[in-house]
DNA sequence: GATGAATGAGGATTCATTCAT
DNA sequence: TATGAATGAATCCTCATTCAT
């Protein structure tokens, strides 16, 4: 965690700071992400850094958890209404993650990069790697208990299509759809009637799939 | 390409050297892998390296290209029956990449590493990020004309979605069986009957998800 | 141009620096001379010596702008009587570039391999070729206009003529006094009888060849 | 000396050994050039070097040796009339001196490098410091003896005028005339009557100025 | 609290030279 | 005699971190 120092500064200055080591270890691997380039964009004293931050990783492990602040009030600030079906809360969580890293792409980057290498300070490892997990397993056994999901899918393997496909399909979406339509922000593309169709076409067919009529027994 | 020093070098020597690169290189990003750190863990002069390589990237090169060979060879050695459907030629691909990962792990890692980073030599990059892709929009097109896969379904996304699954459920599995089983060697951890369970539920429920009951039209 | 950090050193280790780092230029090409010598024999750390200069080109850079500060102060610290006839200027204008070059040494010969080695950074490549030959050639045509100078006299030559002498004859002069009466540093060696009287037989040769009597005609 | 082992080596490999290493030592300085690259381009391995050449110290030195029998064997074989004057036989030498410097530039600049580096074997250093200049005095005091050149000329001073004008003039001259006529070969600019022009000036300009009107006694 | 100079290990790469085959 | 692999010191440069001011 910063030290204090770092949480007195002006917020304007705080931003800043946090915008660039953002951007860098957005844009390189912890190792050649560059404390000396941060700094001298930030137009801080080399020693400055270190009456903010332990050191590197300590300015590391602080960008994840904004990362994980982030998204869990992103998350929280448009909740779904709790009375909605299984699959209709799915598409609200997805929908709610892809728009995440579409706002956010710096610290999805980050987290994804950190995921990845699976250097995770312990307790986020935890969390990063069981925590949408579990979260998506409860859902789908609260599936099957509603009937939405067939009995004989594996929770856990439900859980793990979904994480995967949701958290590439963001990164898809902004590709395909920047190719054909030109440039634009990842925020508004996704607001386009294609991108609605794709988003969609993903969900139904995860949803057809998983569906009452077991696939073991369908076949 | 390495220099013909290279593989002028003893058999044991070479592969040595070779392993050791694989390790590094898949352990740490381009950037922070170590070319010192590889010639000390194999016993050679840094001077030595430098006779059998360019330079870093002539390696990384190298390997990238040994990782595209053995795949190529892997998927060539136990050819399909040509006759098969669509989802059954499926289910061969998949099966065979998974097998590879979890045959090649190290191979496989650099590699992704390396298309994550978006830094191949181009015509690894063009291979790499569309092959894939391609083939299975192919694959895609011509379920689709046989009636194996719904007409609606978007080719592309399609493949996006074998893409990612596939490309993730190896690592996926190797973990949890891991977890369920203790420590086992990749290979045979897949010929387990709970391995080949999941495997199968993964393309039931595409299968089933993409079938011939156009999502748009169910709901 | 070296950064903030260097001028804000104390002085004494600043010239230190400098002086080491000339001693070096001077020495060898600019490829052979080496940071890691000059920084031991500072007795400061390698990462110092780039917290003080970009780079090994920056220092180098740096040294010949010195040497051009240092020369034009040197020409300028001294002025002649602007009413003086054209080979009164150049005699003053000789003596002067050979006084630099004496008790300058390290600093004209950093410059002399400079211009050598053709890899100059370009304003200074300008500076330097033309700039000498320019001026030399303005004094000529201003000579010949005079009638101090014979018309027929190419006036390019002539300054390649004076550029050439008075830029080796500084060397010349030191090698042989010092081989005559012992060591002695260049500046005083200079104001020997001796030295004064050589210096002026090759102004008079000089003089007396491109006199208004034509060459061409005078056979 | 080189070995024996290379004078026993075919013609033609010989020559290309040395053709490579005259290129390679024309253009870098003796620590700048690199036995590398030059192994490399003649295809030979560089242990072989080391059969031929003690080190590259002893690779450089026979080049100079070279250099200096090519030159007097140069000179010797289009000898003038024993019976000229002083500075119709100075007007030969330096003739030849510059069509050597332009038939065999490599040669020459390697010998130009080794003089102003001043780090020659002792004995050639003598032979080039002195031997051109040992010569060019012995001839102006000849001169003045015939009563072509003032008596009270400083015969080391002329003979250091001559040595430096002659051993510069044919770059200058070369430069120049490319830069007014476009590409050609050295040799031929040399015949060109422009080249034949400036070559006549800067002799009647040192032989006018070193004529029987002493400058000393002209003031 | 802020500064920024100092540090030295580590990065990739090139080099001349040796020596076993 | 020819080879070419092996070597390790040297090159320039970057880095995270410390500490005196």
Redesign the pocket.
């Known amino acids: 965690m910063p030290k ?2 770092f949480f ?2 002006p917020e304007e200055k705080r931003q800043r700071i946090i915008d660039l080591a953002l951007a860098e270890f957005a844009e390189n691997d912890y190792d050649a ?5 941060i700094v001298a964009q930030a137009g ?9 931050f332990e ?3 300590d300015l590391h492990a602080y960008l994840l958890t904004l990362g994980a602040e982030a998204k869990a009030q992103f998350l929280g600030s448009n909740p779904p209404d709790p009375a909605m079906g299984t699959f209709a809360y799915i598409r609200w969580l997805s929908q709610a993650g892809i728009e995440f890293e579409l706002a956010r792409p710096l610290l999805s980057q980050i987290g994804y990069r950190a995921i990845r290498s699976g250097a995770l300070p312990p307790d986020m490892q935890a969390q990063a790697k069981s925590g949408a997990a579990d979260f998506f397993r409860q859902l789908v056994q609260q599936g099957q208990s509603r009937g939405d999901i067939a009995p004989d899918i594996d929770p856990d393997l439900a859980a793990f299509l979904f994480n995967t496909v949701f958290s590439e399909l963001g990164a898809y979406l902004l590709n395909r759809l920047q190719d054909e339509a030109g440039l634009a922000d990842g925020r508004s593309l996704l607001e386009t009637p294609e991108a609605e169709r794709l988003f969609n076409q993903v969900l139904h067919i995860l949803e057809a799939g998983m569906g009452t009529i077991s696939p073991e027994t369908s076949q």
């Open positions: 204090e120092t007195n500064l992400a560059s404390i000396s380039r801080i004293a080399k020693g400055s850094f270190y009456q903010y050191n590197k990783e």
